[in-house]
């Protein structure tokens, strides 16, 4: 009983974390159409704003990785606290192009520190049977944190970037108390990145991290087109926030269940019904006229991402332990496969835009096709238990 509610608790800890970080990862969407504005750039260069977050989840995803790996999951955390903590308020008071960008990849740089602390600690933590459940479950609080995210970009919009995105620093300092007083996961004998790379070799984490990074492309591209598409049309930043916001919410209630029948019937059955969803919702987005239309598009997106994210992060957990691969490294393989596509959804959705919104929307599908069949050829495989270190 006791390690049940020191589980919860830690589970508790993890969430506000990921929530934390995915709400000012969300806030940005319906502001783009103020920056293209303000700052007189481009479809590409709205597109190269929203990926710099993701870009910097990208690079820092593996040394992430790596360092919760060798130093624990929870100084992983503290760490990412402490650089969203600074970056985030910067961001917020950044009125030049190049600083917002920078800001923004320090700030997804940090956000993939949090996410391989506490994806690597809750794994370990908690009993593998309930694997995907707690994944779900971490999913689910991001999710909300998406919801919260894109009204906080409007209230942002209203009251200024320095007074909320400055707030994050209160935020974090209070969160950063309370990963202190939660019990450390130590690795026993850290993994040299050699061994895991090694380790990796013909586990299936290749497979699943493609899976991964299909759906993080298309909703990649749904950040920057489907906030264009809206104000082209003549939606408002409080019309685009509530978009995103209701897509949340369908994310947030499917997440942790989504988790469990990945726990019985396999991680790909789920996956593959959320490219169906999503191919439908992106296209929706590209060829529709009606702001209502695309307005349900945007939720049929965020609806597919629940239907997806969460097996296929609880397939490359799944590979990894099965592998003998340390989970801190795990972590960084989401983070990475996360990053690399979100990164490339929104510069190559932004960047195709200008020729048209249905072009990347016709190449999204296209990569959500492919994801679909390789979801068909794998096979959804079970929990196996954690490894912390090796």
């Known amino acids: 009983m006791r390690h049940y509610w020191r589980v919860r608790r830690l589970l508790i800890l993890c969430s506000a974390v990921v929530f934390l970080d995915a709400v000012f990862f969300a806030a940005l969407t319906p502001l783009l159409p103020d920056f293209r504005r303000d700052l007189g750039i481009s479809e590409a260069s709205a597109g190269l704003l929203s990926g710099s977050y993701a870009a910097g989840a990208l690079v820092c995803a593996l040394p992430g990785g790596w360092f919760a790996a060798h130093f624990g999951p929870r100084r992983a955390v503290i760490l990412g606290l402490v650089g969203i903590g600074i970056f985030s308020p910067i961001f917020g008071l950044a009125e030049s192009l190049w600083l917002l960008n920078s800001s923004r990849f320090l700030q997804g ?5 949090l996410w391989a602390g506490a994806m690597s600690w809750i794994v370990i933590a908690g009993p593998e049977e309930r694997r ?9 609080a991001a999710t909300v944190g998406e919801l919260l995210g894109s009204p906080i970009g409007a ?3 209203e009251i200024g970037l320095d007074i909320v995105f400055g707030a994050v620093a209160v935020i974090a300092a209070a969160l950063l ?3 202190m007083t939660n019990r450390p996961v130590h690795p026993a004998d850290p993994q040299s990145p050699g061994y895991a790379i090694r380790a990796a070799r013909g586990s299936g984490i290749n497979s ?3 899976l991964l990074a299909a759906p993080s492309f298309a909703f990649g591209v749904c950040v920057v087109v489907a906030p264009l598409r809206l104000d082209d049309l003549g939606g ?4 685009i926030a509530a978009a995103f916001a209701s897509g949340s919410l369908v994310e947030t209630l499917l997440g942790p269940l989504i988790g469990r029948a ?3 019937v396999g991680r790909t059955r789920p996956y593959r019904a959320g490219m169906l969803i999503g191919a439908v919702g992106i296209m929706g987005i590209g060829a ?8 349900a598009a945007v939720v049929l997106c965020a609806f597919s991402a629940g239907m997806a994210f969460a097996p296929s992060i609880a397939l490359i957990a799944d590979a990894a332990a099965g592998a003998g691969i340390a989970q801190g490294y795990a972590s960084g393989i989401s983070n990475a496969a996360w990053g690399g596509g979100q990164m490339l959804g929104a510069f190559g959705g932004g960047a195709l835009a200008g020729a048209g919104f249905i072009v990347p929307a016709i190449a999204t599908v296209i990569v959500l096709g492919v994801a679909g069949f390789v979801a068909g050829r794998t096979t959804g495989l079970r929990a196996v238990p954690a490894v912390s270190g090796r």
């Open 132 to 140: 995907g459940a707690l994944v779900g479950t971490l999913i689910a």
């Open 262 to 264: 990945s726990d019985k």
């Open 288 to 295: 529709l006229t009606s702001i209502s239309l695309v307005f």
């Open 177 to 179: 108390a309370l990963a």
């Open 208 to 210: 699943a991290m493609w």
């Open 236 to 239: 408002s930043p409080l019309l």
């Open 109 to 113: 740089a940090s956000g993939a520190l």
């Open 155 to 157: 209230l942002a919009h």
